[in-house]
């Protein structure tokens, strides 16, 4: 009678243990598959893998690091730089050593605008490091470090180490800020702006000829800087399909899981129901009350989360449309407050650029941008407020993309006091209509 049950309790043991390790995955196993996910641009797949194996327990502190740092790049390819630079601070925090964490936390803390951070970080490594070189002089010059920025820009440039066309166009500047106006051109010596697609070295290069009274070649690079950031409309607008897809696998792995657990559960509590019913029993019911509260915050916390996420590419999206015609429409009114020579020379060169920002197509294509990202607002303002005029609907068309008041006023020409009128009626207007006062919100929102 005693060998039966010692075969019995020995059985219940194992089935135990096997479920024990079939609910701990190896996290070096799902670091692996992130990486996997992420080399073949699955942003979504990998964000998900690392998190999830976050919540694994971590014998291996370089193990976390790896995990954290996948979902900060995650995140850099997803264009939130202030989710980057927490994921990357978390790495840096459990392999404060590792150089590669480091780096990562060097290349965040540049693309979240933390040139301190960034700073503290490049410091500590070898001063000979070319990462460190290459890296030094952006965060130097905005920290107020210029001589270091001009030493590791002059290391690069007299060694013909590799430099992107910003450092070449910020060590020239510098050169020119120095008097040194041959050694400047020497730098930049065959490159043509308008050839150029990096925003941040147009917008070098801008700087360069600002700084060297050179409005012609100025105006080239505005243009193209312009053009480049049209171009990047597309692609910005594509971060709404990594929300949505991102939430679509994060959701469908969260259910697997759980139907995964559930079955095990079920498994360990048939065999232990011989033995422990009334135990296994109250255990059952504690474990899907703390797993439901769980798997709801989670929910909450996620919808959350990607809420914030489509708002800030929005605005992320139209700050890089807008800014040409921000900087268009400032130099011609700043102009003609000046000059009025000036203005009928930025008139000719820009009239273009803004009587294409004033067609139909520009203002319906904002429209449209609007309505893909936040659920068809425009299309139920017009529905919920009939009595919006064209020139109310263009007004708000205008705030919505993160227009200036100044620019607004040259686009309708309209003075301020008149747009700020019609702001007033339009929001008089939509308090006054039958929309929900969720949706009345959004539209205020969008003044």
Not at 88 to 100: F, I, R, V
Not at 366 to 389: G, M, Q, W, Y
Request: glycine content about 2%; aromatic content about 6%.
């Amino acid at each position: 009678m005693r060998k039966p049950c010692t075969y019995f309790i020995i059985i219940l043991t194992a089935l135990l243990a096997a479920c024990s390790d079939a609910r701990t995955e190896s996290a070096s196993a799902e670091l692996t598959r992130a990486e996997e996910a992420f080399s073949e641009s699955d942003y979504a797949s990998a964000m998900n893998i690392a998190a999830s194996a976050l919540d694994l327990p971590q014998p291996d502190s370089i193990v976390c690091a790896r995990l954290y740092d996948i979902i900060a790049r995650c995140h850099r390819n997803a264009g939130n730089a202030e989710a980057e630079l927490s994921y990357a601070q978390q790495a840096a925090e459990w392999a404060p050593n590792d150089s590669l964490v480091r780096q990562e936390l060097v290349l965040s803390a540049i693309n979240a605008g933390r040139h301190d951070l960034a700073m503290e970080q490049l410091e500590l490594m070898n001063p000979t490091d070319e990462f460190r070189l290459h890296l030094l002089p952006l965060p130097a010059m905005k920290t107020g470090h210029t001589e270091m920025a001009r030493d590791a820009l002059v290391h690069l440039y007299s060694n013909d180490l590799w430099m992107p066309v910003s450092q070449m166009a910020m060590l020239a500047e510098i050169y020119s800020s120095e008097g040194m106006f041959d050694r400047a051109a020497a730098v930049i010596d065959g490159i043509d702006p308008a050839q150029l697609s990096d925003p941040d070295d147009l917008e070098a290069m801008l700087r360069y000829y600002d700084s060297i009274g050179n409005t012609q070649m100025s105006m080239v690079t505005v243009r193209k800087l312009a053009s480049v950031l049209e171009s990047r409309l597309s692609e910005a607008s594509a971060q709404e399909i990594y929300s949505r897809l991102y939430e679509i696998e994060h959701s469908a792995r969260a259910e697997r899981q759980t139907r995964d657990r559930n079955r095990i559960v079920v498994l360990s509590l048939c065999v232990a129901l011989l033995l422990l019913a009334a135990g296994m029993v109250t255990w059952w019911l504690l474990y899907r009350h703390a797993s439901e509260r769980r798997r709801l915050l989670q929910k909450q916390n996620d919808l959350l989360m990607l809420s914030i996420e489509r708002r800030r590419t929005m605005s992320e999206l139209f700050s890089e449309r807008n800014r040409s015609i921000e900087l268009m429409g400032n130099l011609m009114i700043d102009a003609s407050v000046s000059d009025k020579g000036a203005t009928k020379r930025i008139s000719t060169t820009l009239a273009e650029e803004i009587e294409r920002f004033r067609s139909a197509e520009a203002i319906e294509e904002i429209a449209h941008t609007l309505n893909e990202c936040f659920d068809n607002i425009i299309t139920r303002l017009e529905k919920d407020v009939p009595t919006l005029s064209h020139a109310e609907r263009v007004l708000m068309l205008y705030s919505a993309a993160g227009l200036s008041a100044r620019v607004i006023c040259l686009l309708t020409s309209q003075t301020p006091g008149a747009v700020y009128a019609q702001k007033h009626r339009i929001r008089k207007k939509i308090q006054a209509s039958e929309a929900s006062a969720s949706d009345q919100q959004q539209y205020l929102d969008l003044l």
